[in-house]
């Protein structure tokens, strides 16, 4: 669970330090990242520990629909 999270912020990280979309690399890291926590997810027990990783699910998700629609800056 703690490489899911180090695994997404990082890539989350990135994207926003960046003004162009994720690389290919880092775009398969969110997917695996995204198939890990829909195996996982169902099987949390803890309300604050399944809601940090839904959240954190939402954001990796979030990145990988803005790819190719980001603004210029």
């Known amino acids: 669970m703690v490489m899911l999270d180090a695994d997404i912020a990082g890539c989350v990280d990135t994207w926003l330090n960046?003004?162009?979309?994720?690389?290919?690399?880092?775009?398969?890291?969110?997917?695996?990242?995204?198939?890990?926590?829909?195996?996982?997810?169902p099987q949390l027990t803890?309300?604050?520990e399944a809601d940090y990783y839904a959240g954190l699910r939402?954001?990796?998700?979030s990145v990988l629909s803005a790819q190719k629609t980001r603004p210029s800056r």
């Open 18 to 41: 960046s003004s162009t979309d994720l690389d290919t690399s880092r775009m398969g890291v969110l997917r695996e990242c995204l198939d890990d926590l829909d195996r996982v997810l």
């Open 46 to 48: 803890d309300p604050e």
């Open 58 to 61: 939402d954001l990796a998700v």
